[in-house]
């Protein structure tokens, strides 16, 4: 089996506009004469590779904390493909793929509003894309709604360089942050039949 990272790193990752930036704080350190290191960290819920939950773009969606953990976990179809995908791109990609989609787009693939309601209706149950969001900038809420509308998990910010199209198992399971609309996530594609 074959393992593949595509989190990125949480403290160097470029964050979305407006965003604030992850700080650290040393609390003990053991360079400074302590006996143990411990640090504070404080940073947006969209940081790095993370998960969007319905309650990001709907009030009444659920948050992460509540989220079925078996949307994180299972078959995932990986596609290259750019530019933003109308309602008719997805109805003759969808056929071909498994419960969980990523888009591979070095970040310049993202769904329309026609895309993501094809989307809803189709049973898949997450969507994720190397780009900082599912939705391009001129219509972000639209996407996003019509996603968490389905209860579709949305993952964001991944890192996909050397990840080749094809089947793999996703597990992509977020902090559980009871009550919040996102979390951070340790994102990995496993390749079966791969490796040692």
Not at 75 to 84: L, Q, R, S
Not at 100 to 121: N, P, Q
Not at 175 to 187: F, I, S, V
Request: net charge negative; with cysteine; proline share 4%.
């Amino acid at each position: 089996m074959l393992l593949y990272d595509i989190s990125r790193e949480v403290l160097t990752s470029p964050v979305y506009e407006d965003d604030p930036k992850p700080s650290v704080s040393f609390l003990r350190s053991i360079g400074e004469g302590d006996r143990y290191n411990l640090s504070t960290l404080s940073l947006c819920t969209h940081t790095g590779t993370h998960v969007d939950a319905p309650l990001h773009f709907d009030e009444d969606g659920a948050d992460i904390g509540s989220m079925k953990i078996t949307q994180f976990y299972g078959k995932c179809t990986v596609v290259t493909i750019e530019g933003i995908l109308t309602g008719e791109d997805m109805e003759r990609l969808l056929p071909h793929c498994s419960r969980r989609l990523i888009l591979h787009s070095s970040g310049k693939a993202f769904l329309s509003v026609h895309a993501a309601r094809v989307i809803a209706d189709s049973g898949l149950v997450l969507v994720g894309t190397d780009a900082m969001s599912i939705a391009p900038a001129f219509n972000e809420f639209e996407t996003h709604y019509a996603l968490a509308r389905a209860n579709i998990a949305v993952l964001e910010n991944l890192y996909l360089e050397g990840v080749r199209d094809g089947t793999y198992t996703l597990c992509a399971f977020p902090l559980k942050l009871g009550g919040l609309e996102a979390a951070p996530c340790r994102a990995v594609l496993l390749e079966e039949g791969k490796g040692i």
